[in-house]
């Protein structure tokens, strides 16, 4: 089992930016594919970014790409996503998840979420 624990969230106001983080435990961290994804009022969940292991490969939905940053530190068992020029629209709760580097893996862990609001 993987436990996941995000944390880093808060009130911004637009332009600012937040580091989101993930630790990871229970099971080898290294060989999973990690990804955020978020939840805005009102909304479905949607994607946001995603790591491959070793940050072989990363891949980004087309709403933060150029401005949202997923990195990984494997000896730290930490995912972060760095958020830059936040704009209010990115408002959401963001989720931590995990998933086997393989093919039809499905994301099966999941953190709690932490909270991102972005004032105009």
């Known amino acids: 089992q993987v436990q996941l624990v995000e944390s880093g969230g808060g009130l911004v106001q637009a332009g600012d930016s937040l580091r989101l983080s993930c630790a990871a435990s229970?099971?080898?961290?290294?060989?999973?594919?990690m990804g955020w994804f978020r939840q805005a009022p009102g909304k479905e969940r949607e994607f946001v970014a995603a790591?491959?292991?070793?940050?072989?490969?990363?891949e980004y939905s087309d709403s933060v790409k150029g401005r949202f940053f997923i990195s990984r530190d494997d000896a730290r068992n930490t995912v972060y996503l760095e958020m830059i020029n936040l704009k209010p629209d990115d408002t959401a709760d963001y989720y931590c998840?995990?998933?086997?580097?393989?093919?039809?893996?499905?994301?099966?862990?999941w953190g709690q979420g932490t909270q991102v609001t972005v004032s105009s």
């Open positions: 229970g099971r080898p961290f290294s060989t999973y594919i």
């Open positions: 998840a995990a998933k086997e580097e393989r093919v039809g893996a499905i994301y099966d862990y």
């Open positions: 790591i491959r292991r070793k940050g072989i490969t990363t």
